[in-house]
């Protein structure tokens, strides 16, 4: 059977450290894996990216394989095709499949129907490539994720779901802040709070994302109002511990979310986190299609 990945949990506590060591050698070595060799990965981009899209057919290239860029008006499921027969069309021609979408049941459905390995490049619930790049670079920065502690402050969206739930996983404590009506679920094992400052003491990194997503359009004034006082800015990255370094999965709006002193400024990792989504990708295709024994 295709191995997936819809959230991230389908990995094990084990795999997920090793797939940062591999993401480690991988970035000090680009071309030293041909993993891919001979393999075709289809990404299907139901939405915009430009992270994503740049980190994944970079890395598929450099992992030897041929990246099939779709577009949603690319494919008949834009007129009506069910996602069932896309699924078995799919599998007759590429080796993995990653999808851009709103809803998480389209991928689901995918993994489902298809026999092909599905991977999420982002859905309503779940960003778990990011999560992945983000640990990485937690890694990179501090040597071991075990036992760090990361505050996320914000809209409690799906990037904050992926970092409690792979976080968490990885040995990291996760803490969120958010106001009512944008808090994350009970459940994901995060420490839930509508304190930034609760959130953000002793936390070695301080996580931000976008107020307005795409969708979010008609809520926008009602959104930032709400999430002003979630802003990362130096006064914030004070209350956490000494050597805290600001995170972002971008796209950024300096001066909403994150300021543009802390966003230019030698406080974050954040151009090395947006790196890092293509060697932490690169990883999981490797683990994803790695031939079975």
């Excluded at 891919?36 to 430009?50: D, G, M, N, W």
């Excluded at 075990?146 to 505050?151: D, F, I, N, S």
């Excluded at 944008?182 to 976008?210: F, K, M, R, W």
């Excluded at 050597?243 to 971008?250: F, G, N, P, Q, S």
Aim: charged fraction near 25%; charge should be negative; aromatic fraction near 4%.
């Amino acid at each position: 059977m295709p191995r997936h990945l819809l959230t991230g949990l389908e990995l094990s506590a084990d795999e997920l450290h090793a797939l940062l060591d591999r993401a480690v050698a991988l970035k000090a070595a680009p071309y030293s894996s041909d993993a891919l060799r001979e393999k075709v990965v289809a990404l299907i981009f139901q939405k915009p990216s430009t992270r994503t899209r740049l980190s994944f057919e970079a890395g598929i290239v450099e992992l030897g394989g041929h990246p099939m860029l779709l577009r949603a008006e690319d494919l008949q499921l834009s007129r009506g095709e069910s996602v069932k027969d896309t699924a078995r069309i799919l599998s007759r021609h590429v080796q993995a499949v990653g999808v851009r979408t709103g809803p998480d049941a389209m991928l689901e459905e995918l993994a489902a129907e298809g026999d092909i390995t599905v991977f999420n490049m982002l859905t309503a619930g779940h960003h778990p490539c990011q999560a992945l790049a983000d640990l990485l670079t937690l890694k990179e920065t501090f040597g071991d994720v075990r036992g760090l502690k990361l505050a996320y402050v914000g809209d409690g969206n799906n990037v904050a779901r992926s970092l409690a739930l792979l976080g968490g996983l990885a040995g990291v404590e996760v803490a969120v802040a958010a106001p009512d009506g944008y808090q994350l679920e009970e459940g994901t094992g995060a420490l839930l709070t509508s304190d930034p400052a609760e959130a953000v003491a002793g936390a070695h990194a301080i996580y931000a994302d976008v107020w307005v997503s795409m969708g979010d359009e008609e809520t926008a004034d009602a959104r930032r109002a709400a999430l002003t006082p979630y802003r990362i800015d130096d006064e914030l990255l004070d209350l956490a511990a000494p050597d805290a370094v600001a995170l972002h999965c971008l796209p950024a709006h300096p001066g909403e979310e994150i300021t543009a002193e802390v966003l230019y400024g030698d406080r974050q990792r954040i151009w090395d986190q947006a790196e890092n989504r293509r060697h932490a990708q690169k990883a999981l295709l490797e683990l994803l299609l790695a031939p079975v024994a």
